[in-house]
């Protein structure tokens, strides 16, 4: 069964300053991968996804991921954060013929 | 406007009661799912459906109960026999049956055993 490991559960951070969220996946043959974020009391959005082809992913809000199948790693980075983008982020994986399976979240403190 | 629409936002049962939470579509997503979400632990899939009329277990089933007679509506039924019901409850939708598809989810129900 895949598995996703997020590995940090909070990360605080200063307006302006950059940001790296951590997503590790469990390996499988075709591997397809997600990160959404939560702001609070709602459902979620889609910030971005890897399917196949470029390893460098660009989603909404300026945020991007870099795919990299040698270390399982699909890691969510922003140059410039806003306090806007306070929330809580999934990292997510589904395979051919498996449902999506989330990690465990990551909650975005951006401070003033 | 099109969009995924849950209710009610809030809801409280006695233990003991049964309970249904609505979730409807207008997108004309092929694909609808039920997520349960519970602090520090992510969103587990509790059941999901492809096609009118078929549904499957996800990885938290037990307790929990649901149907797909329309396109549009996929309701999920959390019965007495759900041992620990309070949480926030997510239904999304996507727009074919595959695994890659992005999807598209409600803004929620918080349920409370009371």
């Known amino acids: 069964a895949q598995s996703v490991t997020q590995l940090d559960s909070q990360v605080p951070v200063f307006e302006e300053a950059p940001v790296e969220l951590r997503c590790n996946y469990s390996s499988s043959v075709s591997v397809y991968l997600f990160w959404y974020v939560q702001y609070p009391n709602q459902g979620l959005q889609l910030l971005l996804k890897y399917l196949s082809g470029s390893t460098l992913v660009k989603g909404i809000n300026g945020f991007e991921a870099e795919f990299n199948k040698s270390q399982t790693s699909f890691h969510l980075r922003k140059p410039s954060v806003h306090i806007s983008d306070t929330a809580e982020y999934f990292c997510a994986v589904s395979g051919r013929n498996t449902p999506l399976v989330f990690g465990k979240g990551t909650r975005l403190s951006v401070i003033a | 406007d099109g969009g995924i629409t849950q209710s009610p936002k809030y809801l409280f049962r006695k233990e003991g009661q049964n309970v249904t939470l609505s979730c409807e579509q207008n997108l004309n997503h092929d694909a609808m799912y039920w997520y349960r979400q519970d602090p520090g632990q992510g969103l587990r899939l509790i059941y999901y459906s492809q096609i009118v009329n078929d549904f499957q277990k996800g990885d938290i089933a037990e307790g929990y109960s649901v149907s797909r007679e329309k396109k549009e509506s996929f309701p999920l039924t959390v019965t007495s026999a759900q041992k620990n019901p309070t949480a926030f409850y997510l239904c999304?939708?996507?727009?074919?049956?595959?695994?890659?598809?992005?999807?598209?989810f409600g803004p929620g129900t918080r349920l409370t055993v009371l």
């Open positions: 999304a939708s996507s727009p074919e049956r595959a695994y890659t598809d992005t999807q598209y």
